[in-house]
C-alpha cells in the first residue's frame, strides 16, 4: 500500500469518525433531547456505515458480497430520514403518522433480500450483474427523490416564512437546511459520478463525505441548530401581532403617512409602544423609523428609476413617499442605497 493510499484512509476514515462521534453527542450526550437531534444522529451513523463500506470496499481485499450490498441498501434508510428530518425542523409538534412508517419498505425488502447474498452466487451466477446494476439505479434514483422531497418541503416553509417575517431562530434553522441538502447532492454526485464510467475514482465518495460533515458540523454549532427543533416555527401572539403590524405598514401603504409614528401605530393594534417596538425589532430585525423608512425609499427607488417621473423632483417624491422633510429623505436614501438620491437617478 502506497503512502497516498495510506493519507487518504487516514482522512476518509477521520471524516467517518467525526460524522459517529457527532452522532453520539446528538443521541446521548446532548443536553437537549428532541426527535430531531436523533434523526440526524441515526443520518450521520447510517451515512457512516455507508461510507465505510466504500473505504473498505476501495482498499480491502476480498469484501463479503453482502456486505456490499447492505452497504447499498442504508442508502434506501438515509432518504426517509432526511425527509423526516427537514420536516420535524420545519414543523411544530412533529410526529410520525402510519404513512411514514411504509416509506422504509423498500429498505426493509431489499435489506431482507441483502441477507440471502452468498459469495458464491455474487461470483458465478450470471444474474450479478443485471441484479446489481438494476439494485444500483433504484437505490440512487430513490435516494434523489428523497433528497427533492426535502428540498420541496423546505421551500413551501421558505414561501409561507417570508425573509421579513423570520426569527433569527427560523432563519438558522432554514439556512442550515439548506445547507445540509446541498450535502447530500454533493455526495450523492460524487458517487454517481463513479458509477458512470468512473468519471471520479471511487474513493472520491468517502473523501467528499469527510469535507462535507466537517464543513456542516461546523455550521451546525455555528448556527446553534442542535438546540432548536419545529417549535420556533409554532405561531404565538407576536408572530401574529407581527402580521397585523405587516397588513398595515406594508399592505395598507401606512407607511406613506408622513404623520405615522410608533404611538399612533400602536394605538391602531392597541398595543403599548413598547410591545410595538418589541415586536418589530424581533420580527423585521430593525427599530420602528428604519423599518418605515425601508418601504418609503423602496417606493422612492421606483419613482426615481421611471423615466416618466423626470419632471418631477426629489423633494416632490421625498414628499409623496411620506417624508416630511427633504434632509431626512436624503438621511434615509443614503442609508438604505449608500448614494444620494439625485445620484441614484443619474444612474437609471
Known amino acids: 500500500m502506497s503512502f497516498l493510499d495510506i493519507l487518504l484512509i487516514i482522512f476518509s476514515s477521520a471524516g467517518l469518525l467525526h460524522g459517529v462521534l457527532f452522532a453520539l453527542y446528538l443521541c446521548f450526550f446532548k443536553k437537549k433531547k428532541t426527535v430531531t437531534n436523533v434523526l440526524l444522529g441515526l443520518i450521520l451513523v447510517f451515512m457512516a456505515f455507508r461510507i465505510g463500506k466504500s473505504v473498505m470496499m476501495n482498499f480491502g481485499d476480498g469484501l463479503e458480497p453482502i456486505f456490499i450490498f447492505i452497504g447499498l441498501t442504508i442508502l434506501l434508510l438515509i432518504g426517509p430520514l432526511l425527509r423526516w428530518y427537514v420536516l420535524g425542523m420545519t414543523r411544530p409538534n412533529f410526529k410520525f403518522t402510519k404513512t411514514d412508517y411504509f416509506e422504509l419498505i423498500p429498505f426493509v425488502l431489499i435489506f431482507i433480500a441483502s441477507l440471502f447474498v452468498t459469495k458464491e452466487w455474487y461470483e458465478s451466477s450470471k444474474l450479478v450483474i443485471i441484479v446489481f446494476a438494476s439494485g444500483l439505479i433504484f437505490i440512487y434514483l430513490h435516494f434523489a427523490f428523497y433528497i427533492i422531497m426535502a428540498w420541496r418541503a423546505l421551500k413551501k416553509i421558505k414561501v409561507n416564512y417570508k425573509v421579513a ?39 472520491i465518495g468517502p473523501i467528499v463525505y469527510s469535507l462535507v460533515i466537517y464543513f456542516l458540523s461546523y455550521k451546525a454549532f455555528k448556527l446553534k441548530v442542535t438546540d432548536s427543533d419545529g417549535a420556533v416555527f409554532k405561531l404565538n401572539d407576536k408572530t401574529a401581532l407581527f402580521n397585523q403590524i405587516s397588513k398595515l405598514v406594508i399592505d395598507e401603504k401606512l407607511y406613506l403617512e408622513a404623520d405615522v ?4 401605530l400602536s394605538k391602531l393594534i392597541g398595543k403599548t409602544t413598547q410591545t410595538t417596538s418589541e415586536v418589530i425589532n424581533q420580527y423585521a430585525q430593525q427599530n420602528f423609523n428604519d423599518f418605515i423608512n425601508y418601504y418609503r425609499i423602496q417606493d422612492a427607488k421606483k419613482m426615481l428609476s421611471n423615466i416618466e417621473n423626470e419632471k418631477f423632483t426629489i423633494s416632490s417624491i421625498a414628499f409623496d413617499t411620506g417624508f416630511s422633510s427633504l434632509s431626512s429623505f436624503n438621511s434615509a436614501f443614503k442609508k438604505f442605497e449608500s448614494t444620494t438620491p439625485s445620484s441614484y437617478r443619474k444612474s437609471k
Open 261 to 264: 409614528s410608533l404611538s399612533s
Open 165 to 203: 417575517l423570520q426569527t433569527k431562530s427560523q432563519k438558522a434553522i432554514l439556512d442550515w437546511l439548506y445547507l445540509l441538502i446541498i450535502g447530500f447532492v454533493v455526495i450523492w454526485i460524487s458517487y454517481v459520478l463513479n458509477i458512470i464510467e468512473e468519471t471520479v475514482p471511487y474513493i
